[in-house]
């Protein structure tokens, strides 16, 4: 049956509404709408006045006749973290989340972890060196923020489906657009453009950059001294755009915002030599852009699909405005949303509270009195199982006498190869990690980013230098983060300017620490002398976990990511 629900997409400056049915894997969009967001009232997420907001989305509703509605959200907010990691491939789905909250404080040393929400959503399952893991990303996001969301739904008297974050819901819309094979996909809003790598379903790489089809119209209308609404015009329409440009000033438009982008592949690549692109796919609100796809693509050196029709996604034949499938890219979160949820909730909210008087109690008592009857005999049963179970399991100790030694053994073994590691980094300088990371920085660093200085002393390296922009410094910042060797990534101080039409240059002063063991990757290949215990040991047929690395003799068989010992060509 199909579900029809109300999506609320809040920002600081706009509330998008869309209002859509969800039929097996398609979503039916009926209606899309907004209203600008009450001064003040949402700061980054979080919703500060719950009143207002509620009140400028009941009147929204109003103007656009609906009148009940289940509601679901797509939070976009900075405060929510994000960690992208590795865990062993498990079969049972449901212990991940268990392996996530066992080493949380890892992921995100933050003192105050009970005031968050931990979700994750699976990247990819990749097999590398006999070694099988999941990518996973992992998301903590306050309690209060999403509880402000449930107040809302109160507010307004509506029920609450689900919370969602809307970068899950822009991936669950991504994978609809791919098919098979390494893609390169752009989604192109209005103020940032997503760049994202991806294998058939599973994400490869994702980056943002702080550039959209706005930055286009923006620098098209300064060039020409024309407002913006009117560079907008133009470029939207092929035959004013065609009478106003010639191809060589569109690709000159284009070129920047291009270049950002293939520094960003570049980065990734670079690290993923194998790697070759089959697709490139281009929708989002840059859509709307005359020829804009095919002239990024020749910029870029590769052929790009524009997606004006989304997969999954269509326009109910019979809606109430005469929507286009056009008008669609500007509410992607909300169409998302409708694909899959991280399901963000309190712990007892978007729960409905039913029953009450006194049935439930009697109900309670018949059972307790049939279950008290079977105990007995239950306890006796689970007491002969559990006689058995001990008798096993002092069988199966018994068996296992060698353990001990196979571990010492190995213990042995693994103290060898740190040693080893050790006077391998000795051997080396902090030279080695100044040239990887000056060779890091041009694919890393944001356009139109430069340095003043850039000094190293003692693995410590200070940058001054200047950029559009706070966000342009964060990208940066987190671009350094993900480079192994580098630590205590920091800003010491940033000034911003502003010049006479508004636009900002930020003066900043980044320090950060490099070390030449992040750029020590392989642990050496040793191999023991035959009168090593752990060969000792593998000779008289003990099945023992074997140091990945390391060379083992020819009665060891490989199983996975361990090594057992066979005798006689078995287990």
């Known amino acids: 049956m199909a579900k029809k629900k109300i999506v609320l997409y809040i920002t600081n400056d706009v509330i998008k509404i869309c209002e859509a049915v969800q039929s097996g894997s398609n979503v039916l969009v009926n209606r899309v709408f907004q209203v600008r967001t009450p001064d003040g009232s949402v700061d980054d997420g979080l919703i500060l006045e719950v009143d207002r907001v509620a009140a400028a989305v009941r009147d929204a509703f109003r103007e656009n006749g609906i009148r009940k509605a289940k509601l679901a959200f797509t939070i976009y907010s900075r405060k929510i973290a994000t960690k992208e990691i590795e865990l062993p491939y498990v079969k049972q ?52 923020m999403v509880a402000s969301y449930y107040a809302l739904g109160k507010e307004l008297r509506l029920p609450v489906l689900t919370v969602d974050y809307q970068i899950n819901s822009l991936n669950n819309l991504m994978k609809k657009q791919v098919k098979n094979g390494i893609s390169l996909v752009l989604q192109m809003d209005s103020d940032t453009t997503h760049v994202t790598i991806m294998n058939a379903q599973a994400q490869l790489f994702r980056r943002s950059i702080p550039h959209g089809s706005d930055s286009l119209i923006q620098s098209f209308a300064a060039d020409n001294r024309l407002d913006e609404e009117e560079a907008r015009m133009i470029l939207q329409d092929t035959r004013m755009m065609e009478e106003n440009l010639t191809p060589e000033e569109y690709g000159e438009l284009v070129g920047d915002f291009a270049s950002a982008i293939t520094r960003v592949v570049e980065f990734y690549t670079s690290k993923n030599p194998d790697l070759m692109i089959e697709h490139a796919k281009l929708y989002g609100e840059g859509v709307a852009l005359a020829d804009v796809g095919n002239v990024l693509g020749r910029t870029l050196g590769v052929e790009i699909e524009t997606l004006f029709q989304l997969n ?92 001990e030694d196979i571990f010492n053994a190995y213990e042995d073994a693994k103290e060898y190869i740190d040693t080893l590691a050790s006077h391998t980094v000795s051997t080396l300088n902090s030279n080695e990690a100044l040239h990887a990371f000056i060779m890091d920085l041009e694919a890393i660093m944001p356009e139109g980013m430069g340095f003043n200085s850039l000094s190293a002393q003692n693995g410590e390296i200070s940058i001054t230098g200047q950029t559009a922009g706070k966000e342009s410094i964060a990208l940066f910042i987190m671009a350094l ?26 003066d900043f002063n980044l320090i950060l620490k490099i070390s030449i063991e992040g750029i020590v990757k392989d642990t050496p290949t040793i191999e023991l002398p035959e009168g090593h215990p752990i060969y000792l040991a593998l000779d008289a047929g003990v099945t023992a976990i074997w140091e990945e690395g390391s060379t083992p003799p020819d009665n060891v068989a490989p199983i996975g990511g361990e090594q057992a010992a066979t005798e006689g060509g078995e287990e």
């Open 312 to 403: 999954g996604v269509q326009v109910k034949k019979k809606n109430p405005q005469g929507l286009t499938a056009d008008q669609l890219n500007a509410y992607l979160p909300n169409i998302g949303a409708m694909m899959g949820t991280l399901d963000l909730r309190i712990d007892g909210e978007g729960k409905r509270n039913k029953g009450g008087g006194y049935a439930p109690m009697f109900i309670l008592l018949g059972i307790t009195v049939v279950a008290s009857a079977s105990i007995s005999i239950f306890l006796g049963y689970e007491k002969r199982v559990l006689e058995y179970e001990k008798v096993y399991l002092e069988t199966a100790i018994s068996q296992l006498e060698d353990a």
């Open 93 to 144: 789905v449901n212990r991940i989340n268990d392996m996530i909250l066992s080493n949380i404080d890892d992921y995100f040393p933050m003192n105050n972890m009970e005031d968050y929400l931990i979700r994750y959503q699976v990247l990819d399952q990749v097999v590398s060196e006999g070694r099988k893991f999941n990518k996973i990303a992992v998301f903590a996001v306050q309690k209060e």
């Open 481 to 506: 983060k993900e480079l192994p060797y580098a630590s205590n990534v920091r800003v010491d101080s940033i000034r911003d300017t502003y010049d006479e039409v508004g636009a900002v240059t930020s």
